[in-house]
């Protein structure tokens, strides 16, 4: 419980502020549709977590002995002929 009240940054705010804004314009101009994202955008900002997931976007390093030295790399060039 006390991690949803720990380590608010600005992606966490801004998915606050647009949680608040579309229930707010839900509840003014009757557009109740606005409830799904306003619904969506606040368990962002509640649970700390983003379309992808917590950093389930990142993309791992690679690990060494898989490195490309350039010796090692071929490159053929290809031109293609005009008709």
């Given at each position: 419980?006390?991690?949803?009240?720990?380590?608010?940054?600005?992606?966490?705010?801004?998915?606050?502020?647009?949680?608040?804004?579309?229930?707010?314009?839900?509840?003014?101009?009757?557009?109740?549709?606005?409830?799904m994202?306003?619904?969506?955008?606040?368990?962002?900002?509640?649970?700390?977590?983003?379309?992808?997931?917590?950093?389930?976007?990142?993309?791992?390093?690679?690990?060494?002995?898989?490195?490309?030295?350039?010796?090692?790399?071929v490159?053929?060039?290809v031109?293609?002929?005009?008709?």
């Amino acid at each position: 419980m006390t991690a949803i009240f720990r380590n608010w940054h600005f992606m966490r705010i801004l998915r606050a502020l647009i949680a608040g804004w579309a229930f707010f314009e839900a509840f003014r101009t009757g557009e109740w549709l606005l409830i799904m994202p306003g619904s969506l955008f606040a368990m962002q900002a509640i649970f700390d977590i983003g379309c992808c997931g917590s950093a389930g976007c990142g993309v791992p390093y690679s690990q060494t002995g898989n490195e490309i030295r350039k010796d090692e790399l071929v490159v053929e060039e290809v031109r293609a002929e005009k008709p």
